[in-house]
Every structure is written in C-alpha cells, then in structure tokens.
C-alpha cells in the first residue's frame, strides 16, 4: 500500500478529509523533489564532467573509479526518487468521477459526503482507497 493510501486511510478512520490546502501541499512537496532530483542529476554530470577533463594532481585510475561512483549515483538515485515523486503526483491528480457511496465502507460513505460538501473533486487516490474501503483493500 502507498504510504498517500495510507494518508487517506487514516483521514477515513479519524473521521477528516483532506482539504485543498492538504492536497496543493503534498503536490508542492513533490514537485520540489522532482527539481531537486534534476538538480542533483546535472550537479553530478557537472561534477563528473570536472574530475574527468580538469587535470588534477591525483592519480589516474582514482579519478575514473570515483568518477563512475559518482555517475551511478547520479543516475541511480535520482531516478528511484523522480519515480516515486511522480507516482505520488499521478495518484493526487483530479479523478473524472467520484466514487459511488455503495461501493464503501460506512466511513468511507461519510468520507465522500465530506468532500462533496467541501465542494472538491476526488483525488484517484481517495478513489483507489474508498472502492477499496469495502473490501479491505485498495484498488491499484
């Protein structure tokens, strides 16, 4: 279970739903991530690229095995996070339907009056979660 399906499932259990301002917050947090993981990628070419052609007073094979570190960790790491970062941001995007009453839990039913009243769109999160809700398990 993603740890956002657990967010919802928790607001569905404490009697609360996400507001707008909740859901713009965890948008802003991963985009940030998302430019930050950018950032470290081209930081680490940047830093490859000046161990690779500024000549250094170190020894050869030294500056190429830290040079591959260094490019393994730009690569590997900022893809793991870009890959997570925009799951969240697909699973916080507007749902083109909202979930039907019946196909949830009595909280889940309360849930979904909250959030019509709010006068917000469902999330594909809070959707995956609520038609799961009867069931136990979420929706992937």
């Known amino acids: 279970m993603h740890p956002l399906h657990n967010t919802i499932a928790e607001a569905i259990d404490n009697g609360t739903s ?3 301002k909740d859901l713009r917050e965890m948008r802003a947090a991963s985009r940030k ?7 470290f990628f081209w930081a680490g070419i940047a830093v490859l690229n000046a161990i690779l052609w500024i ?13 591959v570190v260094l490019m393994a960790a730009a690569i590997i790491v900022p893809i793991l996070g870009l890959r997570k970062h925009q799951k ?4 916080l995007e507007a749902s083109t339907s909202a979930p039907k009453p019946k196909n949830a839990s009595e909280a889940g039913k309360a849930y979904i009056e909250r959030v019509r009243k709010e006068g917000r769109s ?8 609520l038609e799961g809700s009867r069931t136990g398990e979420v929706v992937s």
């Open 55 to 67: 000549p250094m007073p170190f020894d050869k094979a030294l500056l190429i095995s830290l040079a």
């Open 122 to 129: 469902f999330v594909i999160a809070e959707f995956e979660v």
């Open 33 to 39: 991530a998302i430019t930050g993981y950018k950032g």
């Open 88 to 91: 969240i941001l697909a699973l």
């Open 18 to 20: 996400l507001t707008v």
